[in-house]
Nanobody, 124 residues
Framework: VQLQASGGGLVQAGGSLRLSCAAS????????VGWFRQAPEKEREFVSA????????YYANSVKGRFTISRDNAKNTVYLQMNSLKPEDTAVYYC??????????????????WGQGTQVTVSS
């Protein structure tokens, strides 16, 4: 599966953005999907994940209550709604997918497929 993330940009603190990740292929519904982010000079970190059917979601503590992951399998797209953004949310955001059914999948090495990343910058 090929992934393409979009929707990043520059926003003021307290603002919102919605990231999208479009996937190719007809079996997108068979993949667990996740969002990760990487700030300059930091390791890539887990943000959120959702199971294939959308029945279970996982969030990093730093974004819980502010970010919401969702997916539309008919459109082969996963979303990340980001509200109440903070300067520390500034990073390149990556979407990822993996066909494994083992949960939860919150580590980078647990995902086989990655999008190219989209920059999110939150100004104070």
């Amino acid at each position: 599966v090929q992934l393409q993330a979009s929707g990043g940009g520059l926003v003021q603190a307290g603002g919102s953005l919605r990231l999208s990740c479009a996937a190719s292929g007809r079996t997108f519904s068979s993949y667990t999907v996740g969002w990760f982010r990487q700030a300059p000079e930091k390791e890539r970190e887990f943000v959120s994940a959702m199971t294939r059917s959308g029945g279970f979601t996982y969030y990093a503590n730093s974004v819980k209550g502010r970010f919401t992951i969702s997916r539309d399998n008919a459109k082969n797209t996963v979303y990340l709604q980001m509200n109440s953004l903070k300067p520390e949310d500034t990073a390149v955001y990556y979407c990822a997918a993996d066909p494994s059914i083992i949960l939860p999948r919150i580590r980078t090495q647990e995902y086989d497929y990655w999008g190219q990343g989209t920059q999110v910058t939150v100004s104070s």
